[in-house]
Nanobody, 118 residues
């Protein structure tokens, strides 16, 4: 079975940086997009950043200019570089890989905690 394994979360002070990684245990076929979601306590999960199979990217307004999503196809890995972190960025971050064409299937990482606090 294909699994997504996340790493890179942790505790950082405001203004600091973290780099999240999400590696697939095996090669995924027919990938539509890869992305990162986050969920804070008591709130719904929201899309943070996404990258299409063609390389185009989308970001939530709250993270534009601070976060960068990228991928390395040869390593089956997607990254999220997070700079100028704010306390409001505190959440559990989940990576997502979407496959399929007319019927989509989503693969999810296990989640990694990011805490921004002094």
């Amino acid at each position: 079975q294909v699994q997504l394994v996340e790493s890179g979360g942790g505790l950082v002070q405001p203004g600091g940086s973290l780099r999240l990684s999400c590696a697939a245990s095996g090669r995924l076929a027919n990938i539509n997009a890869m992305g990162w979601y986050r969920q804070a306590p008591g709130k719904q999960r929201e899309l943070v950043a996404a990258i299409s199979n063609g390389g185009s990217t989308n970001y939530a307004d709250s993270v534009k200019g601070r976060f960068t999503i990228s991928r390395d196809n040869t390593k089956n890995t997607v990254y999220l570089q997070m700079n100028s972190l704010k306390p409001e960025d505190t959440a559990v971050y989940y990576c997502n890989w979407r496959t399929g064409q007319f019927s989509f299937y989503n693969y999810w990482g296990q989640g990694t905690q990011v805490t921004v606090s002094s």
